[in-house]
């Protein structure tokens, strides 16, 4: 590569000094070939390779390539012919004699000329992109792949995310709500990729027909929603840059947590910072861009929209309600009822006519079972010989003390003994289980082995009150009545005795 300084002295020799190219080229080494380059360049060009004509040997196979590459757009990415394959094939298949490299030279050509282009896009305020992506993190102690849920507002580039166990229909609805109320008001468009927790099915002519719960969520916001084409991910190219901005920044290296609501509030507060970033391009903060697109909201409603999944089932024989393949508890006296599985992201409901019955932690497990032991006590009150063997009791955390009290209840009185321990387990329905176990210690301290003393004291402690008995809440005890002592009773008991007592003296 000659230097700039070099052109200028070559150039300056002939074109000013009068010099004929052949001397110049004695007097600088050059070619004469390169001089007259030099004098159609004021500066080096550099590099330029000419684009040669494909082979003669290649020519009558070229139309079979290009069918070839054509057809690999229809085609898993991953399966598709390298141009090594695809001269196997002509060799094999077609007879061809030419060498590797010069379908190699044709086939990256061929790509080349495929390669799609774009148009520069303006962004107005008022609209949004959304999207899933997923890392890895340590969340309660434990190495999880979780998802999370991204919006950007490509005007200003204000953004939002949040953290899921998994990518679901109710993880997707809870995303937007919490993002709404994040931003505070809703995009008058979102723009989607074809998520089938967005889109139940695509009909002829390119409609989307949406999710129920999708559509119950725009219909509660009023937003209108836009969708990208099929398997082009670039058409909502501001949120898939974000996606990849939030792994590599907020989630690097890996997070730990103590739970997902721990993480999600530092997610937030890393949203909340960015806005204060300037980015390339601009000479404002996220922040002050932003007011354009809050200007351009839409209201929020009154009420957030009420992001579960809502599944109708019944109560088998065991007091469980099947949702997702997994079996959840309930009171056993709703046993063989319909009820109503409100499917949330951290939790499952169970209402039977408008009244919330039973509320569990969800699992995202397969055939899992979530008990909650209270919900079996009544049916145990009546088939005690099932105390030992109550599956729903077993991972429960009683206080020793509890299962002395049971002890002693049963070696005094037996089965009814058992019954009346598992009243004194009930009194957890009403109250707290520190409160009951403490009223138990105190009762074994007082030896009062009963579940009228351990509630006695219970109610006692929470009213702030000295233990006493009131009768009056126990009239099947027998009543007793208390005389006045006479005198002379006195006298009679020590004549009965033998001894009569004289003044002055005494005689047996």
């Not at 004098?39 to 040997?57: D, I, M, N, Q, T």
């Not at 229909?169 to 998520?195: K, R």
Request: glycine fraction near 8%; charged fraction near 25%.
């Amino acid at each position: 590569m000659f230097t700039v300084e070099l052109y200028a002295k070559i150039r300056h020799a002939v074109m000013i000094d009068g010099l004929s190219r052949r001397e110049a080229a004695k007097r600088f080494g050059v070619h004469r070939n390169t001089i007259t380059k030099m004098l159609s360049f004021s500066v080096p060009p550099g590099y330029r390779r000419r684009e040669r004509p494909a082979s003669k040997k290649l020519g009558p196979y070229l139309a079979w390539i290009d069918a070839i590459l054509e057809g690999d757009s229809q085609v898993h990415k991953k399966q598709r012919h390298t141009a090594h394959r695809i001269f196997e094939r002509l060799r094999d298949e077609q007879g061809f004699t030419g060498g590797y490299t010069i379908v190699r030279g044709y086939v990256a050509q061929a790509m080349l000329r495929r390669r799609e282009m774009f148009v520069p896009l303006s962004h107005r305020p008022g609209h949004a992109q959304a999207d899933f992506g997923e890392a890895d993190g340590y969340i309660g102690g434990k190495k999880v792949r979780f998802h999370y849920f991204c919006m950007d507002l490509p005007h200003s580039d204000g953004c939002f995310v949040k953290a899921y166990p998994a990518e679901i229909a109710e993880a997707f609805c809870d995303g937007h709500v919490a993002a709404f109320d994040f931003f505070g008001g809703v995009p008058q468009s979102i723009l989607y990729d074809n998520t089938k927790l967005a889109v139940a099915k695509i009909v002829k002519g390119g409609k989307r027909l949406r999710s129920k719960m999708f559509a119950e969520l725009q219909s509660h916001y009023l937003f209108e929603d836009r969708f990208g084409r099929p398997g082009k991910g670039n058409d909502k190219g501001k949120v898939e840059g974000l996606v990849g901005f939030v792994r590599r920044n907020f989630m690097t290296p890996l997070p730990v947590a103590e739970s997902f609501d721990a993480f999600n509030a530092r997610l937030l507060d890393a949203c909340t910072k960015r806005r204060q970033a300037i980015l390339r391009g601009y000479t404002v903060s996220i922040a002050e861009r932003m007011q354009a697109d809050l200007a351009a909201f839409i209201k929020l409603p009154p009420a957030p929209y009420d992001a579960c999944d809502k599944v109708t089932a019944r109560v088998s024989s065991l007091s469980l309600v099947r949702y997702k393949n997994n079996d959840y508890s309930v009171p056993a006296r709703y046993g063989h009822q319909e009820v109503l599985a409100k499917g949330y992201v951290d939790r499952v409901e169970i209402v039977c006519r408008d009244e919330t019955i039973a509320m569990h932690p969800r699992s995202y497990e397969t055939a899992d079972f979530i008990y909650n032991p209270l919900h079996y006590l009544a049916l145990l009150e009546q088939k005690t010989k099932a105390l030992d063997q109550a599956a729903p009791l077993d991972d429960w955390r009683l206080a020793d003390c509890v299962h002395r009290l049971r002890r002693l209840m049963e070696a005094r009185m037996g089965t009814a003994g058992r019954r009346e321990f598992v009243q004194v387990l009930r009194l957890m329905e009403d109250f707290h289980q520190h409160q009951v176990e403490g009223a138990v210690s105190e009762a074994l301290r007082l030896g009062a082995i009963s579940f009228d003393a351990v509630k006695m004291l219970l109610l006692a402690r929470l009213e702030n009150r000295p233990a006493r008995l009131d009768l009056t809440f126990y009239p099947y005890l027998p009543a007793t009545t208390v005389g006045t002592t006479d005198p002379r009773a006195y006298l009679g008991l020590i004549a009965g005795s033998g001894f009569v007592s004289l003044a002055g003296g005494a005689q047996a």
